[in-house]
Structure formats: C-alpha cells, structure tokens
C-alpha cells in the first residue's frame, strides 16, 4: 500500500507516516520542512520518501505527483492534512493576510493534492482519500472565524467527493479531530510558546497517535465500508452554550 502524506513534518502527519510505517506501507510524506521529512526518513527507513512540497503551489503539487517515482506513483491513499489555524482574533481586527494563508492552505491546498491524484485512483478502481477536518469545521467558537469556515469547506467538499466518486472503488473520509497537542498551537499564535503551552495547560488532549490510529482504522475497514466522517475530542474538551448579551 502507497499512502502521500501532506504536512508530515509534525503532529498528526508525522503520525500517520509512522503508523502506516509500521504495517509495512510505503509512504510519500510531503511538507515544506524537508530537514524534518529526512530525519523522519533517517529514523523510519527506505519504506518512506520525502518531498518538499509547499500545497499552495499549484504546479508544485502536479509536478510533485506526476514525478513520482514508479515504487510510489500508484498511491492507495491520499491522507490531505497539511493546514494551519491562524491568529484567534476576532473577524473585525483578524489579519486578512493570515486569513488568505488558511484559505490557500486548507482549501485550496487540499483541492490540489485530490485533483493531482484522483485520476490515478479512479483509473486502478481503487484508492481512498482521507481528509482531516476539524471540529472547528462544525461548531464556532470566537476567533475560529476564516479557521472554521476553511474547514467547513473541508468536511462538505469531503461529502461531494463521495457523491461524485461513486462506483469507482475510491473511498472517502473526513477526520474532524478537537483539541490535539501538536505544533498547531505554536503555530497559530506565531511561535509563542508560552501561549500555545498554555491551551494545554492542565488538560489531557487527543495525542498524534489517537488521530493516526484513527486514520489507519478507517483506511483498513474492509473494500466495501466506506466511513463518512468521524468527530472526535478530548474527554475534557465539549461545547459552548450559546452566548446572548444582555442589557
Ligand atoms: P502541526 O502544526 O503540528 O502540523 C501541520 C503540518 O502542516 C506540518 O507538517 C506543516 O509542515 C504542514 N503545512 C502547513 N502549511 C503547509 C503548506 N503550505 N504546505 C505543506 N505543508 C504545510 O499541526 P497538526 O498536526 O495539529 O495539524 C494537522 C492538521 O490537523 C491541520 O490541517 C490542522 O488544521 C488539523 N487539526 C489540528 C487540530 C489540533 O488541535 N492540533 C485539531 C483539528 C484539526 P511544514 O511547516 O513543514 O510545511
Ligand atoms: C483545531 C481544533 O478546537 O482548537 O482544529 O479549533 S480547535
């Protein structure tokens, strides 16, 4: 089995490499951090492939694909997981810039990876195409404005590929994961550390390997099942009730 990893440098796509890894899979892992992907090579052998790859780029991502090396280029599953929340400001004082990134990393990124590698899959009549959504995606939260609407987009375009993917032998599936501790926090408040410590701070959230061994139970159901979508959070983590402003 071929899995292509986007954003396998960290968190949960480092993960999912590993894991699949370990089942004797070969894996394409994909990220901008190339020094990371070698390292993960150095420790994960022969069986995974690094590749620098930056999602937004729309050429990138066709070349990426369709220079595979032939003991890579038919992949089985494609896990689309490279992304980033931005800032936790509120719409009227958020960065449209940061907005911008999250849209061409979150959606449009995505979009590329699955059009460069559908065809190959539908062609073989076999392939799956897991996509890590979020349950930012669903329910909002202040400040999860362009974050939770790029992933909205991720958890219905995920549904619209299976609408269209029927009869060919692709699968599809969404994973919309809550509160993890990976380099996501980091990121979204721009290298703080302290910050992103604190969101975790006292509670005990969803690891990397929850999420990986979630992706790898969906992608080993038998041919026939196909799972939709799959929520899942801390025991710590719930929703907000809804807000109202009195007086
Ligand atoms: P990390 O920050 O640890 O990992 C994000 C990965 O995405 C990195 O490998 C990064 O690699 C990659 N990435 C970011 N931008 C690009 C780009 N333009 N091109 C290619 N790769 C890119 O965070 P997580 O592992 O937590 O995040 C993985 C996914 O899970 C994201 O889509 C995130 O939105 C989602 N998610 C995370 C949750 C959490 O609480 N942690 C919860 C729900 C969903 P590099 O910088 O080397 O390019
Ligand atoms: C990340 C999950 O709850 O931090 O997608 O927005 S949350």
Redesign the pocket.
């Known amino acids: 089995m071929i899995i292509f990893v986007?954003?396998?440098?960290?968190?949960?796509?480092?993960?999912i490499a590993r894991r699949f890894i370990a089942d004797g899979a070969r894996v394409v892992a994909?990220?901008?951090?190339?020094d990371?992907?070698q390292q993960l090579r150095q420790d994960l052998g022969p069986g995974l492939l690094p590749l620098e790859?930056?999602?937004?780029?729309r050429a990138a991502v066709e070349g990426c694909v369709a220079g595979l090396p032939p003991d890579f280029a038919e992949v089985d599953v494609l896990v689309?997981?490279?992304?980033?929340?931005l800032g936790l400001e509120p719409a009227h004082r958020a960065d449209l810039d940061q907005w911008e990134?999250m849209v061409?990393?979150?959606i449009k990124?995505l979009m590329y990876c699955t059009r460069a590698l559908l065809p190959g899959m539908v062609a073989r009549n076999r392939g799956h195409v897991v996509n890590?959504?979020?349950?930012?995606g669903e329910w909002p939260y202040p400040g999860g404005n362009a974050?939770g609407g790029?992933?909205a987009f991720?958890r219905q375009f995920s549904l619209n590929l299976k609408a269209d993917l029927i009869g060919t032998g692709v699968r599809v599936s969404e994973?919309?994961?809550?509160?993890?501790?990976?380099?996501?926090?980091?990121?979204r408040f721009d290298g703080d550390a302290d910050r992103a410590k604190a969101v975790y701070t006292g509670i005990q959230?969803?690891t990397?390997q929850d999420?990986a061994d979630t992706v790898h139970w969906i992608v080993s159901r038998p041919a026939h099942v196909n799972i939709n979508t799959i929520s899942l959070m801390p025991a710590c983590q719930a929703f907000s009730p809804f807000a109202v402003k009195r007086g």
């Open positions: 986007t954003g396998a440098s960290s968190g949960f796509g480092a993960a994909t990220a901008r951090r190339l990371r992907l790859l930056d999602v937004r780029d689309n997981n490279a992304g980033l929340a990134r061409d990393t979150n990124g890590i959504g979020s349950v930012a974050y790029s992933k991720v994973v919309e994961p809550g509160m993890a501790d990976t380099e996501f926090s980091l990121v959230p969803l990397a999420i």
